[in-house]
């Protein structure tokens, strides 16, 4: 029983030190920026949530919003797709 719970403790061990490997990879995604449409709107300190197909979901202070590609400028487009590639082969 004694090494049934040291195997145990081990996998615990393990799993605390991935998900804090985790949480220091995901922490660039989670930094704060200002987005600005090519319509004006300006969405002022935005984190992006998640990347979804057709565009990219903010959150900022007044709440949660949904911004499609082709409402962003082509220089924020093609980041925000190339970032989503990667997560997307680093998962995998």
């Known amino acids: ?3 049934a719970k040291g195997a145990e403790s081990a996998r615990v061990k ?3 030190a991935t998900l804090a490997i985790l949480a220091v990879l995901s922490a660039p995604l989670a930094v704060a920026e200002d987005f600005k449409t090519i ?3 300006i969405y002022k300190d935005a984190t992006i949530s998640r990347v979804e197909a057709d565009g ?3 959150t900022t202070k007044t709440g949660i919003s949904k911004v499609y590609f082709i409402e ?3 220089d924020v487009r093609g980041t925000v797709s190339s970032q989503s590639c990667e997560d997307r082969r680093s998962t995998a």
């Open 72 to 74: 962003l400028p082509k």
């Open 39 to 41: 319509n004006g709107k």
């Open 56 to 58: 990219i979901v903010l």
């Open 1 to 3: 029983m004694w090494r």
């Open 14 to 16: 393990c799993w605390a």
